[in-house]
């Protein structure tokens, strides 16, 4: 039904989008359509398809309340063919209750009484005659309410007023002209500078609402239901808009002062505020919009980072007076060993701390040892330094420390899933496993937290919590089934993010497992109680088994099994010669095994899959080394480089860890010497790079880094110190990483960005968002 509308939308062809909506509505899931169903869709991805599925639905909504609106008004005995077309003809939800507006159910208003007394007439009389005498004439409409002149031009006033207020033209044009040229303005509440210091760049501030990026929008929406600013919306020149609403209703203002009044009274007191109000709700669904674009660019990053693999593992979660939590897990994840050391302040049993530790690392054959980033997090990285030198000096073999984010440590620890799975474990070891196994395998670990929970942006709180958990689980369950599932190994909570599994199904196939031992083949799953032919479909091909069948391991899907026999017959190769066998494989052409079913493009993906079976999307794994005796924002001078790690993105740049507890901000005008139109073209969440110290504000906690190497402190294309804020940063104020704290970092330094633009780079910064 909607097709044709949302191709010319996103530029994509109709009969492609008619098959996404059909499949969809089969009951098909957006990783196998995008995966294994490429004829009907055209290859779209499974993000354009998540946004045909979401443009459906809003036209969907859209259409039944269209139908209801038709139903209320024809009831209503007022539906004419005009505004019947009028109403099928809109295309979004606003413009749609514009032209329902007069005919809702509404509270008795002024306008109403005076209707009700006669003094329409008296309205109509004054815009029909604006050179009449307003007072003389009101006298002949005197009555009860309004007994005095004034009374009944006031009433008159209403009348016109409501008028303005029920014209869906007009007030659309009003809102579209105060999209364009309106302009957002806060300001400090008298007594409340010390208590919102961390939204001062916004103390007198004023930027275009068409150039408001969404960050700041929230930021200032935080900072006024925090009671620090008030915001205005200003719409420009009222006398612009006063004529508007003249010229809408063919008001001889000029002639008349009664007219006049009315239509300045009418602006400032009714559609300069609902207009206001209605861009404040834009900016908001803007600012949402965009943040849920970078939650979910950030999560992705953060889910599909490189996993370091199989190897024994010694997980730190570090603290000062609660003692270093420990946990040494095994290549497989299993938990071998815990321990809690004390090498802090106030105990400071450095020594025994190593001793102790080294010792499990020789014990269990530790190769890597993962540190979180939270509080005391350079000082364990330190310790586990030092650690690695016993270790290499006892056992020949040195553990390499990594910094691994924490974030949602402590909501795993708390939660069912963590309890189901070491119910006798103190709450508190529970995160030093979760740290272990993240570095071996950021994925599988993490589809165990609530995303929200991972901090991968700011103001998560400030948006609509039904669209961000809707947008993050679709960000999960995309990378899930991009990587692919180990069936014999996969715990429940990564099993029910595989398409066409619920958590249900998931529980019944470890069941199974558990029952009856390994799956040797994706066959059987049709023995798992309740699996049925449709969710084999979905889920068959993201599973992965090595068992009998070479296949079992890869991303064919069962159904494309016979196109794979038809290769071996043409090859003369069996299938397990064949896998692998890039030379054999590429004299094959797509197009000599394409049929009604399989068409080129799933082809070609089974060629390409068969020279590389199962393999996995993710980087390589590589860590940032950092610098030995930096641990704090005072240590840093400007021109050091440095290792680091990309914490998180941002449209304004990227922030990265160089292990002084404060993340630097390599604003986007830093990234290159040529254009960079989107920070994620050039680095990505956990990527580890090389930067130059810029700039260093000790007493606000803030960096400015630049990835040019060659670019030198002070000189005029560097970041200045407007690039060193950080919304949603990991500094001490917002707390550093725990996703129990307020979203994690999404929770730290929540305001300061934002401040009037000039030509210069540090006011380029400030208008990215980073303030003075």
Known sequence: MFAELIAEELQVRPAYVQAALDLLAEGNTVPFIARYRKEATGGLSDVELRRIEERHTYLTELEERKQTVLKAIDEQGKLDDDLRARIEAVDTKARLEDLYLPYKKRRRTRADIAREAGLEELADKLIDDPHADAQAAAGAYLTEGFETEKDALNGARAIVIDRFALDADLVGEVRDKVAEEATMRSHVVEGKEREGAKFRDYFDFSESVTTLPPHRILALLRAENEGVLTLDIDPGDDATYEQLIAERFELDTAASSWLAEVVRFGWRTKLKISSGLDMRLKLKERAE???????????????????????????????????????????????????????????????????????????????????????????????????????????????????????????????????????????????????????????????????????VGQYQHDINQQALTRTLDGVVEDAVNAVGVDLNTASAPLLERVAGVTPALARNIVSHRDEHGSFTSRAQLHDVSRLGPKAFEQCAGFLRINGHD?????????????????????????????????????????????????????????????????????????????????????????????????TNVAAFGA??????????????????????????????????????????????????????????????????????????????????????????????????????????????????????
Request: hydrophobic share 35%; charged share 25%; aromatic share 4%.
């Open 655 to 772: 922030f990265v860890d160089v292990g002084v507890h404060q993340d630097g901000l390599v604003h986007v005008s830093a990234m290159s010497h040529s254009f960079v139109k989107d920070p994620r073209d050039v680095v990505r969440s956990g990527q580890a790079v090389k930067v130059k110290v810029m700039d260093v504000d000790v007493d606000r906690n803030r960096i400015g880094l630049s990835l040019r190497l060659d670019d030198e402190p002070g000189a005029e294309n560097a970041p200045k110190k407007e690039s060193r804020g950080r919304s949603g940063g990991r500094g001490r104020s917002g707390g550093r990483g725990r996703g129990g704290r307020s979203g994690g970092r999404s929770g730290g330094r929540s305001g300061a960005q934002g401040k009037k633009p000039s030509g210069s780079m540090a006011e380029a910064l400030k208008k990215a968002g980073f303030g003075r």
């Open 289 to 455: 919009e965009g943040s849920l674009e970078v939650f979910a660019a950030n999560l992705r990053d953060v889910l599909l980072a490189a996993p370091a693999g199989e190897r024994a593992t010694l997980g730190l979660d570090p603290g000062y007076r609660n003692g270093v939590k420990c946990a040494v897990v095994d290549r497989t994840g299993k938990v071998l060993e815990t321990a809690i050391v004390y090498p802090h302040q106030p105990q400071k049993q450095w020594s025994q701390a190593a001793e102790t530790l080294a010792g499990l690392c020789v014990r269990h054959g530790v190769e890597l040892m993962a540190v979180g980033n939270g509080t005391a997090s350079r000082e364990t990285e330190k310790l586990a330094g030092e650690i690695a030198t016993m270790v290499a000096q006892a056992a020949g073999t040195r553990p390499t420390p990594v910094m691994v984010s924490e974030s949602g440590a402590s909501v795993y620890s708390a939660s069912e899933i963590a309890a189901a799975e070491f119910p006798d474990m103190d709450v508190s070891l529970r995160g030093a496993v979760s740290i272990a196994r993240r570095l071996q395998d950021p994925l599988s670990e993490l589809v165990k937290i609530d995303p929200k929970s991972i901090g």
């Open 550 to 646: 070479p296949l079992d391991a890869s991303a064919v899907h069962p159904e494309s099994y016979p196109v794979v026999e038809k290769m071996t017959a043409a090859t003369g190769l069996p299938v397990d010669r064949l896998v692998g066998n890039s030379a054999a494989l590429a004299k094959l052409k797509p197009a000599q095994f394409a049929d009604e079913r399989f068409g080129v493009p799933t082809i070609t993906d089974i060629i390409s899959e068969l020279d590389k079976p199962g393999r996995d999307p993710r980087p390589e794994f590589r860590t940032a080394e950092f610098a030995e005796g930096l641990e704090k924002v005072s240590d840093l001078t400007p021109g050091m480089v440095l290792e680091g790690t990309v």
